[in-house]
């Protein structure tokens, strides 16, 4: 297309030197001539019709619509609606605009066009377009060749899904398995919600203090926990009744303590794998770059079930922000340390030694990791 005082053009021929160009307009005979290198020579021909500036607008904005579709694997109405929102094009071009719903059939027609078909099986050929970087190197199987890395790890960290623990188990046998305490909090008051505790932990001291106690037994050393969770029990108010009989069930017989018991580990959740950035990073950093990789890639892939191109492109896109990364911290530009999980660490290690010289009971130790639970970036550390 050529755009050309207002009006716009499509090519009708072109020769060695010049090119042949027609008004867009059917009934319109304006035509232009131009170059080899598209620039002008002489127009000929009055328009039969008063140029229309919100085409070019509406084009300018297809143009980008269409590039994004091409190479996101983002929603293809949601980056309809975010070109529109951020193209500032005039009134006139707004009410001419279609509106998600009708555009959404032309752009998915644009974004088949450059995606294979979809496997119907798990043996097919991966194009080249997928087995290289978007800088076009190839992708991850050379690297795996030259390190000849064996996937074995010596310690595992996830929640408490029991087919994940028993499927990490099998695959892994020599590895130690312990569940998230990010999880473990976020299961536990769940659970109140579930009981219809909600409006009592916020209003209700006591009713907070319980469920708090329960969440710090995973900050205490594995042997005491028996005892601390009668002690709590008897401790509690009536209400608290439900709440034990499930935490006894869940967290003492179907998913012992030793999943969930985190006080001898330094890093007590896998949420630096969620979006949180854990100082640990900073001792090789030379090797990797964190990336705060689930959350961000679940929100780059967009869907829960996405075809194997869509995850792919999002892979491509995932190892250009992992270079990028990396590149700062080799370059030394770290962000700034959080000393929120030394200071915690420092809590619990004294509360620990408090316990063991007898300066403190078991529930005066329990309520003292309480209040680090309640603290507010504890579960992230």
């Given at each position: 297309?050529?755009?050309?005082s207002g009006y716009v053009y499509r090519l009708k021929k072109s020769t060695k030197n010049v090119k042949y160009w027609v008004c867009q307009s059917n009934s319109c005979a304006a035509n232009?001539?131009?170059?080899?290198?598209?620039?002008?020579?002489?127009?000929?021909?009055?328009?039969?019709?008063l140029p229309a500036p919100e085409r070019i607008e509406l084009r300018d904005l297809k143009n980008?619509?269409?590039?994004?579709?091409?190479?996101?694997?983002?929603?293809v109405p949601k980056i309809y609606e975010e070109e529109l929102a951020r193209s500032n094009i005039s009134s006139a071009a707004l009410i001419l605009a279609p509106l998600p719903a009708d555009a959404k059939s032309v752009l998915n027609r644009a974004r088949r066009k450059i995606t294979p078909p979809i496997p119907t099986?798990?043996?097919?050929?991966?194009?080249?377009?997928?087995?290289?970087?978007?800088?076009?190197?190839?992708?991850?199987?050379?690297?795996?060749?030259?390190?000849?890395?064996?996937f074995e790890p010596q310690h595992v960290m996830s929640d408490f899904e029991m087919s994940l623990i028993k499927a990490v188990k099998q695959k892994?046998?020599?590895?130690?398995?312990?569940?998230?305490?990010?999880?473990?909090?976020?299961?536990?008051?769940k659970q109140v919600q579930l009981l219809g505790l909600g409006t009592a932990y916020f209003e209700d001291e006591s009713t907070?203090?319980?469920?708090?106690?329960?969440?710090?037994?995973?900050?205490?050393?594995?042997?005491?926990?028996?005892?601390?969770?009668?002690?709590?029990?008897?401790?509690?108010l009536s209400e608290?009744?439900?709440?034990?009989?499930?935490?006894?069930?869940?967290?003492?017989?179907?998913?012992?303590?030793?999943?969930?018991?985190?006080?001898?580990?330094?890093?007590?959740?896998?949420?630096?794998?969620?979006g949180e950035l854990l100082s640990f990073l900073e001792k090789c950093a030379s090797l990797f770059c964190h990336i705060g990789w689930h959350n961000k890639f679940n929100n780059h892939v967009g869907k829960t079930h996405p075809n194997v191109w869509r995850l792919f492109g999002c892979l491509q896109r995932e190892e250009l922000s992992f270079r990028q990364q990396l590149g700062k911290i080799n370059?030394?530009?770290?962000?700034?340390?959080?000393?929120?999980?030394?200071?915690?660490?420092?809590?619990?290690?004294?509360?620990?030694?408090?316990?063991?010289?007898?300066?403190?009971?078991?529930?005066?130790?329990?309520?003292?990791?309480?209040?680090?639970?309640?603290?507010?970036?504890?579960?992230?550390?």
């Open positions: 297309m050529l755009i050309y232009v001539h131009t170059n080899a290198s598209d620039q002008f020579v002489k127009a000929n021909g009055q328009h039969q019709h980008k619509v269409k590039e994004r579709v091409r190479t996101e694997a983002t929603s099986s798990s043996d097919f050929d991966i194009p080249d377009l997928y087995r290289q970087t978007l800088n076009g190197k190839p992708f991850l199987e050379c690297h795996a060749e030259r390190l000849n890395l064996k892994f046998p020599m590895a130690t398995h312990h569940g998230c305490y990010f999880h473990y909090c976020q299961s536990l008051y907070r203090l319980s469920c708090r106690s329960t969440m710090a037994l995973a900050l205490l050393p594995i042997e005491l926990i028996e005892d601390a969770v009668h002690l709590l029990e008897d401790d509690s608290m009744k439900d709440f034990f009989k499930y935490f006894k069930y869940q967290w003492l017989t179907r998913v012992p303590p030793t999943y969930w018991n985190v006080s001898t580990l330094e890093f007590r959740t896998n949420n630096f794998a969620e370059c030394a530009m770290k962000k700034k340390k959080n000393d929120t999980g030394c200071f915690i660490r420092t809590q619990i290690a004294t509360l620990t030694e408090r316990h063991e010289k007898k300066q403190i009971t078991l529930l005066e130790f329990i309520n003292g990791l309480s209040m680090i639970v309640a603290q507010k970036s504890t579960i992230a550390h």
